[in-house]
T-cell receptor, first 113, second 112 residues
Framework: QKEVEQDPGPLSVPEGAIVSLNCTYS??????FMWYRQYSRKGPELLMY????GNKEDGRFTAQVDKSSKYISLFIRDSQPSDSATYLC?????????????FGKGTKLSVIP | EAQVTQNPRYLITVTGKKLTVTCSQN?????MSWYRQDPGLGLRQIYY???????DKGDVPEGYKVSRKEKRNFPLILESPSPNQTSLYFC???????????FGDGTRLSIL
């Protein structure tokens, strides 16, 4: 089983829709959970960063972590065409002293006007 | 403006010709890292550095070298590039190793 699984999509939604993006992970030692957004021809940019289970909200974006199920989600409310991008989940495993990030493969989202 | 700068952005070269991709950050970050991004495989870490003169291997280090002589710079060196190193490369940095990373805009390498 891969350490981080993410449905690659593509996902196409109409403008104004609520979008749900998800990742599952296998290692219960994982602690820090991040969502990055990557526009075409650009580097990933950090959207949300959370440590604990529960919800964290920032404007139209909500990150949700369920450590018992090893499942993380990103919700986008009132989606806009400018949200069209690839969304990457990233999880940090503090074990082994490496502090490496493990990334999902990304979900490509298109928001249609 | 806080940023991670990579050069070149695009490079086409031939097998065996040594090349260096530079990475520089202006945020006084301690931690820097190199990734490659390939379709279907996602982002994979090549090497990382926790501070000056401290580097370590990531998930896919074969065929790559790095150095960290100054805090702001972390060049990626391909001594003898091969076609399987054709990829999109990203440099990233963070203030401390346990904080989220800031990424550059990428370098697209094509090795013929």
């Amino acid at each position: 089983q891969k350490e981080v699984e993410q449905d690659p999509g593509p996902l196409s939604v109409p403008e104004g829709a609520i979008v749900s993006l998800n990742c599952t992970y296998s290692n219960s030692a994982f602690q820090y959970f991040m969502w990055y957004r990557q526009y075409s021809r650009k580097g990933p940019e950090l959207l949300m960063y959370t440590y604990s289970s529960g919800n964290k909200e920032d404007g139209r974006f909500t990150a949700q972590v369920d450590k018992s199920s090893k499942y993380i989600s990103l919700f986008i409310r009132d989606s806009q065409p400018s949200d069209s991008a690839t969304y990457l989940c990233a999880i940090r495993n503090p074990g082994a002293g490496s502090y490496q990030l493990t990334f999902g493969k990304g979900t490509k989202l298109s928001v249609i006007p | 403006e806080a940023q991670v700068t990579q050069n070149p952005r695009y490079l086409i070269t031939v097998t065996g010709k040594k090349l260096t991709v530079t990475c520089s950050q202006n945020m006084n970050h301690e931690y820097m890292s190199w990734y490659r991004q390939d379709p279907g495989l996602g982002l994979r870490q090549i090497y990382y550095s926790m501070n000056v003169e401290v580097t370590d291997k990531g998930d896919v280090p074969e065929g790559y070298k790095v150095s960290r002589k100054e805090k702001r710079n972390f060049p990626l060196i391909l001594e003898s590039p091969s076609p399987n190193q054709t990829s999109l490369y990203f440099c990233a940095s963070s203030l401390l190793r346990n904080q989220p990373q800031h990424f550059g805009d990428g370098t697209r390498l094509s090795i013929l």
